[in-house]
């Protein structure tokens, strides 16, 4: 025992002394969180658009005033004729350009219909969709106004509600994603560089030539990163709670627990990644491609899994970072308990017990 | 408590490694394993120190089997790989430590061991080991290996990239382990510290070419050796090398080393065949045979 201790407590030197790595382990979640919180985010908010209003009367200047009102759009500036319009995008000042029809009031009152045109710059087609359908909410909330003392024959009303996440604010889909990411790298790329360090430097020949015995090597090896990866998740929570306001609905402690696994999961793959590469290098691009774009692309944090091709929907399910960002929604976003998630906890602890057992097994007690 | 070697082979996927390699090292003996980059030194350490399988033949160290009692082996050797395998940013006492104590240890247990050479590096003890000179690495790499008393200690290539004071002083300290008595087994690609080893193996593409005291390798040198020189070093080589009646020629230092193939080989004719060659300050002397030539003389 006394051996392991003096292992674990080399280990936090290694750690410590090394500037860089420690800048990158603790900087990594901060500058992660609140890049996806303020920079990165699928909300509008400001979009410059411009408008060609022909008619000129009541009916359009109250329309325009409301878009103008509404903190998604601000009108940057208005086009005289209709020739204008493509000059306006090619400048690439604006997203959008409403075209109101000429006697749109006067259409509207005798032909009982107007119409105005939305025209968006498509270049970016999810910013085009969204303004599209702010548009259409203002106008519809308009017209909603002016039919109210009119009696409308048959009529259906959708009622929709957006639960779990009201207000559609994109911090509470990122959160959980940049959480996985985290604690995936620091764990799996950190454990396998630093046995691979050993590896390079031909220390591994002398802690083989001892009487350490391999799983308290591992052990010793990625203590200290449990610790680390902890620390980062209890620093990510605190800062989605008090500086993204984003609340934890569900119990902490279930939280905390399921992080922990997941860790344990990355560490046991990061020790895997350890046993196939020889040097920091390789076991560097092995983390980085073989985790780092699959915990990406495929674990549902960006792309919805439910869209993907067949294929792809299968591979997913591979994938651990799939499954613990499922249990993560369902703890901070829905606020369920263990009941709901023992499923996808349970393909967790399959997986890790699988990667301790493979990367056990591939543990050279030898050279070659 | 020694060392026996039985008919080793190890080969890697297309080159052999060693090639049916037979030794003993007496206990409480000083051998040397001399041979050049690539000869296979470090596979047969790393057989020994039981890193790698041996393909055939059986080992033992310290009266334990290379394979089967690769435990026991363990605990009980100290090995200093090819590079100095320390961690470069621990300092030259945590260095110590740690190797202390994962060996179930303690530095002031076996301080007694260690004290001549780590005394050497003792006002470095708080500097990074990575910032040490070659020669202090290597003290303490020794220290490390030595910290758990091994009652064998293997040291492969440990003068390499050392300045020639502190490698002179290395072998001192190696006499020293071994009147405490360690057996050592170590292994240079420099000839002239093989004359310091109570015995040694020459060796060159994984064959052992040689196994004999420094003294016996050279008394047998089976001709005579002239130390041959000129002002035109390159000139007097290549034109030795053209004489009809040339052996082996080969540099060494200021001279060149010359064996003739006649038995009754007068200096004299040769002298006046290198004037021939327009050579001047021609001077030839019988010389004494070093290991290095005993090598060459073998490995040709």
């Known amino acids: 025992m006394k051996r392991f201790i003096g292992f674990i407590k080399k280990e936090f030197y290694h750690i410590f002394r090394d500037r860089r790595s420690l800048f990158i382990l603790f900087g990594m979640p901060i500058a992660q969180i609140l890049l996806f919180g303020f920079a990165i985010t699928n909300e509008i908010n400001n979009v410059d658009i411009a408008i060609l209003n022909t008619s000129k009367d009541t009916t359009t200047e109250e329309i325009i005033n409301r878009i103008a009102a509404s903190k998604y759009f601000s009108i940057k500036q208005m086009v005289t004729r209709e020739a204008d319009i493509a000059s306006v995008f090619e400048k690439g000042n604006v997203k959008a350009v409403l ?6 009031s006067k259409n509207l009152i005798k032909e009982n219909k107007a119409t105005i045109q939305i025209i968006t710059d ?37 009622q929709t509600r957006m639960v779990y996440n009201p207000e559609l604010k994109s911090v509470y889909m990122f959160v959980p994603g940049v959480m996985t990411i985290i604690l995936m790298l620091v764990s799996a790329m950190m454990t396998s560089i630093s046995i691979t360090r050993e590896k390079e430097l031909g220390t591994m020949e002398i802690l083989l030539v001892s009487p350490l015995k391999p799983f308290q090597v591992i052990i010793g090896k990625v203590i200290p990163y449990i610790f680390l990866s902890i620390i980062n998740a209890i620093v990510i929570v605190m800062l989605s709670i008090f500086i993204l306001n984003m609340p934890i609905q569900g119990s902490l402690l279930l939280l905390g627990l399921e992080s922990v696994l997941f860790i344990i ?32 692309l495929l674990s549902g944090f960006i792309f919805p899994i439910s869209s993907m091709p067949m294929p792809l929907q299968i591979l997913s399910n591979i994938i651990p970072a799939k499954w613990f960002i499922i249990i993560l929604k369902a703890i901070m976003l829905k606020g369920v308990g263990l ?18 057992a493979l990367s056990v097994k591939k543990y050279k007690i030898r050279l070659e | 408590m020694g060392i026996s070697v039985t008919n080793i082979s190890k080969s890697y996927k297309n080159a052999k490694a060693l090639q049916d390699i037979s030794f003993e090292v007496k206990p409480n003996e000083l051998f040397g394993i001399i041979g050049p980059d690539g000869a296979g030194k470090t596979t047969l350490f790393r057989i020994l120190t039981t890193l790698l399988f041996p393909d055939q033949g059986t080992a033992t160290v310290a009266g334990f089997d290379v394979v089967k009692d690769y435990k026991k082996i363990r605990n009980s050797v100290g090995y200093m790989p090819g590079k100095f395998s320390l961690y470069h940013d621990l300092t030259v006492e945590e260095n110590l430590n740690f190797f202390a104590t994962i060996f179930g240890t303690t530095i002031e ?17 708080d500097r990074r080991a990575g910032k040490l000179s070659g020669g202090m690495k290597q003290k303490l790499a020794l220290s490390c290996a030595l910290i758990h008393k091994p009652k064998v200690l293997f040291l492969d290539e440990p003068t390499t990239g050392v300045d020639p004071v502190s490698r002179k002083e290395f072998w001192e300290m190696l006499k020293r382990l071994q009147q405490k008595g360690i057996t050592i087994l170590v292994s240079t690609p420099y000839m002239d510290e093989a ?7 020459l060796i060159q593409d994984g064959k052992i070419l040689q196994i004999d005291t420094p003294e016996a390798i050279v008394k047998h040198y089976p001709t005579s050796l002239y130390n041959v020189r000129s002002t035109n070093m390159y000139q007097l080589i290549t034109s030795l090398k053209t004489y009809e009646h040339h052996h082996s020629v080969y540099p060494f230092g200021e001279f060149v080393h010359y064996t003739d193939t006649r038995s009754d080989f007068n200096p004299e004719d040769l002298k006046v065949y290198l004037e021939s060659k327009t050579l001047s300050d021609i001077q030839i002397e019988r010389t004494e045979a070093t290991i290095e030539d005993s090598f060459m003389e073998l490995s040709t």
């Open chain 1, 122 to 158: 498509a270049t970016d087609p999810n910013t085009a969709n969204t303004i599209t359908n702010y548009v259409n909410a203002i106008l519809q909330h308009y017209q909603k106004e002016l039919n109210k003392d009119v009696h409308v024959a048959y009529q259906i009303i959708p």
């Open chain 1, 265 to 296: 999961t990355s560490l046991a793959l990061g020790i895997l990644i350890s046993t196939i590469s020889a040097t920091q290098q390789t076991a560097m691009m092995i983390s980085l491609m073989g985790l780092m774009l699959p915990v990406i």
């Open chain 1, 339 to 356: 009941e709901f998630i023992w499923k996808e906890t349970l393909i967790l602890l399959g997986m890790t017990v699988f990667f301790i």
């Open chain 2, 195 to 201: 004359a310091l080893c109570d015995r040694v193996a």
């Open chain 2, 109 to 125: 247990e076996n301080y007694n061991l260690i004290k001549d050479i780590y005394i050497q590096i003792e006002p470095f003890k």
């Open chain 1, 99 to 104: 075209n109101f029809e000429r006697n749109f």
